[in-house]
């Protein structure tokens, strides 16, 4: 059993910063990319942000130079730093990761509940 469980989420203001973490636990053998989606209401789930286990990232195009992903390969956590942030920004936001639950298994790929993020004045 795998969970992966998102924080950090909240209300902010234009121009803003927020930190959201997601922590993976449970049957982890090993966890290759991580990454950083979001929903805004009526739209369809667009990705945020990569990173795989080597360190490499890959941003949309609307986050490069707002927002940073970053893992700790010992916690079984990606963060993703959120910066200058905007209303169109406001969406709930899901982590996932691609991971194996022991050495022969297939890799997977498990999602969390997700967190709500909401950029207003």
């Known amino acids: 059993q795998v969970q992966l469980v998102e924080s950090g989420g909240g209300l902010v203001q234009p121009g803003g910063s927020l930190r959201l973490s997601c922590a993976a636990s449970g049957s982890i053998f090993s966890i290759y990319d991580m990454g950083w989606y979001r929903q805004a209401p009526g739209k369809q789930r667009e990705l945020v942000a990569v990173?795989?286990?080597?360190?490499?990232?890959n941003y949309a195009d609307s986050v490069k130079g707002r927002f940073t992903i970053s893992r700790d390969n010992a916690k079984n956590t990606v963060y993703l730093q959120m910066n200058s942030l905007k209303p169109e920004d406001t969406a709930v936001y899901y982590c996932n990761a691609d991971l194996k639950t022991s050495r022969v298994a297939i890799r997977y790929v498990y999602w969390g509940q997700g967190t709500q993020v909401t950029v207003s004045s």
């Open positions: 990173i795989t286990i080597g360190g490499t990232t």
